[in-house]
């Protein structure tokens, strides 16, 4: 018993296990439908296996929601905006609905500037408008600039460039600012802001008002940590009036963001914007000339990943593919060819009748 089991394993034994049919070379009959068959199987699987390829390639973006989980009470407001007076005769200031002044005007940077814009200015103004307006047409584009990783877009134009010996007609206002995560206002008016005990107020310089003019133009506006190449809704937005007694209404809801792509990985904050304005004519209760931006914090994160075929996944999809057609064609080959030599039994004895 001992040799038995002692002896060495040839290779006959192992070929006599072999379960699979095998039809020798002799008994193996080719034809011209069975090689267009396997012509037309072979063209087919390469067409599936390269778009199959493509697909693996890709990516698209996911979105999900959940509640803002981060106990932090504060966030970052960046602002870059120029009004069409002169700094002497405006001022801003942030207030929320705790009463509580977060941003004061040395928050900010009073800057003396000209409204007009110059050419590079107007060139860069007229690319962030139109992506502006593609983004509003085609959502997609959204997804190519998130997982482009925003590249080729400038969150911010250069510096002034403008070459005039007339005295600063505008003024830019811009700065971060730390605000409370709580709804609240920034606003942009006539006169300096001043803070009593009994709360703040915008003493003007001038009551001439043919001095004030609320035409402005936005050059970002953003929440949170500003993400390099992000494009906001309000970027490169312009409001021209010709009356000196108007009034801008920015309606703002700020929702936290979290995006994770191939490329990127940054949490910042998106915002969605109501505009309204409307000329005065007479002064009325809640009704001031100015430019007014009312936010609000979202209670929802929202959550943009980017997403691929996992490659077991493409592996398993490709076998799929390659044996299904195999065994698809084989069996339609075979039906077809019962049919005919059915048919032509048939046909048979009625011509020799």
Not at 57 to 81: A, P
Not at 112 to 138: D, G, H
Request: proline content about 5%; overall charge neutral; aromatic content about 10%.
């Amino acid at each position: 018993m001992r040799r038995r089991f002692s002896r060495k394993v040839s290779p006959s034994i192992i070929k006599e296990l072999d379960v699979f049919p095998k039809v020798p070379d002799a008994c193996i009959e080719t034809s011209i439908s069975g090689g267009t068959v396997s012509l037309l199987a072979f063209t087919l699987i390469t067409i599936l296996t390269i778009g199959e390829y493509s697909y693996f390639q890709d990516s698209w973006i996911k979105y999900n929601y959940q509640v803002d989980t981060n106990i932090s009470s504060k966030l970052q407001v960046n602002i870059d905006i120029t009004v069409a007076m002169k700094c002497d005769y405006v001022g801003a200031d942030m207030l929320d609905q705790t009463e509580a002044i977060v941003g004061e005007s040395g928050d900010l940077q009073y800057e003396p500037t000209y409204f007009e814009l110059s050419a590079k200015e107007k060139a860069w103004q007229r690319m962030v408008q139109n992506i502006q307006r593609q983004l509003n047409k085609e959502h997609n584009l959204m997804k190519f600039l998130i997982k482009s990783s925003f590249n080729g877009t400038k969150a911010t134009k250069g510096p002034r460039d403008v070459d005039s010996t007339d005295p600063p007609n505008a003024c830019r206002i811009h700065g971060s600012m730390q605000l409370n995560k709580v709804a609240g206002n920034f606003h942009i008016l006539a006169g300096k802001s001043y803070h009593f005990p009994f709360g703040h107020a915008h003493v003007l310089s001038t009551k001439n008002p043919e001095v004030y003019n609320f035409s402005h133009r936005i050059d970002h506006l953003s929440f949170g940590v500003p993400s390099p190449g992000l494009i906001h809704p309000l970027d490169g937005s312009e409001k021209i009036t010709e009356t000196n007694m108007y009034m801008f209404q920015y309606f703002i809801v700020v929702v936290p963001t979290e995006i994770n792509t191939y490329k990127v990985s940054t949490n910042t904050h998106q915002y969605s914007v109501t505009e309204k304005e409307k000329k005065l004519v007479g002064i009325k209760k809640h009704e001031i000339p100015g430019i007014l931006l009312k936010y609000d914090i979202s209670c929802l994160k929202i959550l943009i990943s980017e997403e691929g075929m996992p490659t077991s996944q493409f592996f398993l999809r490709l076998c799929g593919i390659i044996g299904g057609i195999f065994s698809t064609a084989g069996l339609l080959h075979n039906i077809c060819g019962f049919v005919i030599n059915l048919l032509c039994c048939q046909c048979k004895p009625r011509e020799q009748l």
